[in-house]
């Protein structure tokens, strides 16, 4: 392939120098609109199978369907249902929940690791770490999913544990009890989030200028405060994507919990993706379904958008 | 000294720590896999007599061969096809400049931010009346429109990041677009291209919503979607089921390691820019 390169770029200079600049101007514009034709499949697919979709989703969202008989208009009032059941809003309660574990844990929990990996631990460990710790990214969510339930079974691992060190008494079925299943799932979440976190935040210290350390020490500031005045300001982008990404993973979280929960028990583990499903393809509810994704979609740009200004404001987009 | 060597110490513990949560769910996996299907052993526990043969009962009852043709079916129909429209785009977008390519960019930068699950429900009702439910076409079609967003992104970025001037001079050799972009543009665009391409593959493989959605029959699915179905019919089997995840996950892990480089630096980047 290079050896076509070479020898197009050698005809290329060989044939230069007539009268090449108004060719170029006539062609600029031709080009512009040839460019079109580049954009036009991936344009038709992207319109074909998110785009339509999208605004069929607003359009359902209107209507009354079962999915065979005829749709019945009733305006708004999926959308009233949506934030007045009960059910409902508790699925969209519990996505808000689990953002504490899909991105609290990670990215602290991220930024603890990434600090000790750049600091205190040597490369060959810390890039044995990070692969690992990479792993859980990589694998189907679905398989993760089997994994953690049988790991927070009654007779899991977590509760192998707990036994041998004299904690019988507070063994249980960790995604079977009211108490615990949400948590449970968020820890499932947490664990997949962690690496991608703490990969990305690592990457960020790197470019950190080593001088800023060395000034701030030679000021007299103690670990903590260096970490308050440079690390945690420099690492701001990169914070911001790790929310993002981790933000949008919580609020449509769907793989771990139909495999470990399907929302249950009763609805502590409900969350709008699942709900989505049941009643679309269950319940043949098609409007509402889709006004709870309307509504989800909604949610998601709402939390995304106020980081992504926060964490980018004055860079160049 | 000797409380940096303690820092060390601690620093270390926690990551072996870590680590060790991390591999936990698979260690549990596969001592489990070990024992006699049926059983219910404990969470953590090596068998006296290891029965190796459940992963040849596991691919034998999850009809693993067939599933395993599928998904590469599935991936061999997706990826190329994404990556080349993707490509395209991403050098009309990032390099010719075109009129209205920023709105354009805007538009599929839309769909970064979408949940899968906000298009599922027309998707079903689009892919009935296309006649294609339960076919691996169900599956394809939208995921190449559902991977555009990221992968029209990708590539613009990967685009605007080349010199403008390697295009101009192969303009003013008489170059047309089409020859600009297969013989200049495409060549050096290799490694944005293969990350991508690794991405895509890993991202099929483990489609879950679209597969238990718009295909009902297993071996038409993508191996996630299958894996879900097999845990279905055999949830209460754990051994078995043990066997059969550990199957459908070990593909990935083997790309990842032969990758890893590629893999992450995809992921960084690709999150950094978005």
Known sequence: MSETTTSSSRAYRAARGTSASRA????????????????????AAYGLFVLWPLVQSFKYSLYRWDGVAAAQWVGLDNFKTVFSDHELLGAVEHAFELIVFFSGIPVVLGLVVAGVMRRVASRRISS???????????????????????????????????????????TRAWLGDFGTALPAVGVIG??????????????????????????????????????????????????GVCVTVTVIAALSAFDIVYISTRGGPGDATMVPGLKIYQLAFFNREVGLASALAVVLMVLVLLCILPIQWLTRRGEES | VIIARRNVWSGGALLLLLMGVTLLPFASMFTTALHQSGTYPQGLDWPSDPHWGNFVKAFHVANMGTIFKSSVLIVLAVVPVAVVIATMAGFALGQLRIHGGRPLFLLFLLGLT??????????????????????????????????????????????????HEISEAARV???????????????????AVSSLGILMTVWTWNQFLLAIVLVDDPTKRTMAGALGAFQGQWGTDIPLLSAGSLLILTPTIIVFVVFQRHFVSALLQGSLKG
């Open chain 1, 24 to 43: 170029l101007h006539v062609r600029a514009r031709d080009v512009r609109l040839r460019g079109w034709l580049f954009v036009l499949p991936a344009l």
């Open chain 1, 190 to 239: 947490a664990w997949v989030l962690l690496g991608l976190c703490t990969v990305l935040l690592l990457a960020g210290m790197s470019k950190i200028d080593p001088a800023l350390y060395e000034a701030a020490q030679l000021d007299g500031a103690g670990p903590v405060r260096e970490f308050l005045s440079i690390t945690l300001p420099s690492l701001r982008q990169e914070i």
């Open chain 2, 173 to 191: 050799d008489g170059a047309t677009t089409w020859q600009l972009f297969w013989r200049i543009h495409v060549p050096l665009a290799g490694p």
């Open chain 2, 114 to 163: 979408l949940p899968f699950e906000g298009v599922i429900v027309p998707l079903y009702y689009e892919i009935r009346n296309m006649g294609l439910l339960n076919t691996r076409w169900a599956i394809i079609l939208p995921l190449i429109g559902l991977f555009m967003p990221f992968a029209v992104f990708w590539m613009r970025a990967h685009f605007l990041n080349m010199p």
């Open chain 1, 128 to 170: 044995v770490a990070q692969a690992v710790l990479f792993l859980p990214q990589v694998v189907p969510l679905v398989a993760a999913g089997i994994a953690w339930s049988w790991v927070l079974s009654t007779s899991g691992v977590v509760n192998q544990t707990l036994s041998a060190i004299g904690l019988g008494g507070v």
